[in-house]
């Protein structure tokens, strides 16, 4: 039986002061193995996303079938005011768990990152200030990567061809790229050439790398569906690719990074250097409003001929030798980037 009037019906939402959500999908099923410091790194992670985060920012954090000590843990964060929001689930693949974090919510801008990311001070206003200076960002890492400027990145190319605002320029911080490469174990994924080199566009003495990875980027929200119903039946791997990095494309936005590092992947060990640099770090004071985000409107056609006809036509070689050329490089360098 009910009596009375719920005083909630047909009340609006009221306004929320946060802009920017950082939704964290957590897997940690035990403490063994490939896991053994996962919750030491979640940790380091945290600590230093808190410590660097604006006072707008939202904390979203989706426990996908993490053990009792992990759990507890998240509950405890969620208590004390630092997180915004945590949701538990049982093991439903990282895709999923970020799809939950995303659905109930309405933030224009939305950092996804994995739970073994170091953050560092500056990131957020790096980001903001990619968007501000490039209207068509749909898609910004903090985390630059030279060998990011094929991945979905044809309507950039396309659009920017004959632009002299585009061109190879000296990597600022290779080092970075050195530490990201050995924290996924392979040493040897650049070559010389992509320490020493990446793809830019600029503007008003204003750079941003072309291209960006996903294990932490920050989204514009319009970038996806209003309706977030998708579900994907792979915890992980390629269905991340199609739905996310895909998607800035599809609405003919760009995928870009910001042109110095500003975090930086540990992996499942920890290491010396990580609480270091936390240390390092101050806290984040900073006022910050919410940065205006200019409509882009794409058509679709046009976007087949970027993403499916130029895309094939622009990464064959010679064309792509011929265009990376034409942007800087050397014949040697071509051969070797």
Not at 9 to 14: G, H, R, S, Y
Not at 23 to 52: A, M, R, W
Request: aromatic share 14%.
């Amino acid at each position: 039986m009910r009596i009375g009037f719920n005083p909630n019906k047909d009340k609006k939402i009221e306004p929320s002061d946060f802009f920017h959500q950082v939704i964290i999908p957590v897997h940690i099923p035990n403490f063994e193995g490939y896991f053994k410091d996962s919750f030491q790194i979640l940790q380091y992670c945290l600590k230093s996303l808190f410590k660097t985060s604006h006072a707008k920012t939202f904390f979203s954090i989706v426990n996908n079938g993490s053990c009792t000590e992990v759990t507890a843990y998240l509950n405890q964060l969620l208590e004390s005011g630092k997180i915004q929001e945590v949701i538990h689930t049982s093991s439903i693949g990282k895709l999923n768990a970020i799809l939950k974090g995303m659905s109930g919510q309405n933030f224009p801008l939305i950092t996804m990152t994995d739970a073994d990311v170091l953050f560092l001070n500056g990131w957020q206003e790096a980001s903001y200030d990619v968007f501000k200076t490039f209207p068509k960002a749909g898609v910004v890492s903090t985390t630059p990567n030279s060998k990011m400027l094929r991945y979905y990145t044809s309507n950039i190319l396309f659009e920017t061809f004959f632009s002299k605002r585009i061109k190879f320029t000296e990597v600022v911080d290779s080092l970075a790229m050195v530490k990201f490469a050995d924290s996924i174990g392979n040493s040897t994924l650049f070559k010389p050439v992509h320490l020493e080199k990446y793809l830019t566009i600029s503007k008003d003495n204003f750079k941003a790398v072309v291209g960006s990875g996903h294990f932490v980027a920050t989204y514009r929200r319009d970038v996806f569906n209003k309706s977030i119903t998708d579900y994907s039946e792979y915890k992980m791997g390629s269905a991340l690719s199609s739905f996310f990095d895909n998607a800035a494309l599809k609405k003919d936005m760009w995928r870009l990074s910001t042109e110095q590092n500003y975090t930086f992947h540990m992996g499942n060990t920890k290491e010396a250097w990580m609480e270091e640099m936390i240390e390092k770090s101050s806290k984040n004071n900073n006022i910050i409003t919410l940065i205006k985000l200019k409509d882009v409107k794409s058509n679709k056609f046009i976007v087949w001929v970027k993403s499916s006809v130029f895309s094939r036509i622009i990464f064959k070689n010679p064309f792509w030798q011929f265009y990376l050329g034409l942007k800087g490089l050397t014949s040697e360098e071509t051969n070797e980037y």
